[in-house]
C-alpha cells in the first residue's frame, strides 16, 4: 500500500488525546505511521475545536492547549467555509457534522479515505469511510 491521504473525523481525535480506550490504540497507530511518513493526514478546523472542547471538560485549559498544539504539529487541516457548509445542508446524509466532514475532505482533493469510528454516518460518502481497525491491519 503506498502513501495515502487520510482525513480524521472529529472521534479519532478525541480518541487519541483524552485517550478513550480501547479505541485510543487505533488512534495512536495512525499517527504513528503518519509520523513515519507512511499516511498524510488532514482533518476540519471544525474537528480541532470540537476536539478542544471536549479535552477542556476533561483536562485543565493549560494541558488542553498543549494537546492541541501537539496534534496541530501532526496533521494538516483544511477550513470549512460557507461553500461547503451549503453543500453539506443540500447532502444526501441527514446529519450535519457528518456531512460536512465529507466536503470538507473532498474539498482537499485526492483523500483515500475518511478514518472514523462512525462508518454508518458515512454512509453515502464519496469517499470511502473507513475505522481505524480496519485501516491499521491494510
Known amino acids: 500500500m503506498g502513501k495515502l491521504t487520510l482525513f480524521l473525523d472529529t472521534n479519532i481525535l478525541i480518541d487519541l ?10 488512534a495512536y497507530l495512525i499517527f504513528k505511521e503518519a509520523k513515519q511518513n ?7 478546523s471544525n474537528s ?12 485543565d485549559q493549560k494541558e488542553a492547549n498543549k494537546a492541541i498544539e501537539t496534534i496541530l504539529n501532526r496533521l ?6 460557507k461553500k461547503e457548509l451549503n453543500l453539506a445542508l443540500k447532502s444526501e446524509i441527514v446529519d ?20 472514523t469510528r462512525d462508518i454508518k454516518g458515512f454512509k453515502n460518502s464519496i469517499i470511502p469511510a473507513i475505522n481505524p481497525d480496519e485501516l491499521i491491519q491494510r
Open 38 to 44: 507512511k499516511w498524510k493526514l488532514y482533518t476540519s
Open 17 to 26: 488525546l483524552a485517550d478513550r480506550k480501547p479505541f485510543s490504540n487505533g
Open 96 to 115: 450535519l457534522e457528518d456531512s460536512s466532514q465529507i466536503e470538507c475532505a473532498n474539498k482537499i482533493g485526492k483523500v483515500d479515505y475518511i478514518v
Open 76 to 81: 494538516e487541516i483544511q477550513d470549512l467555509t
Open 48 to 59: 480541532i475545536l470540537t476536539t478542544y472542547y471536549i479535552l477542556e471538560k476533561h483536562l
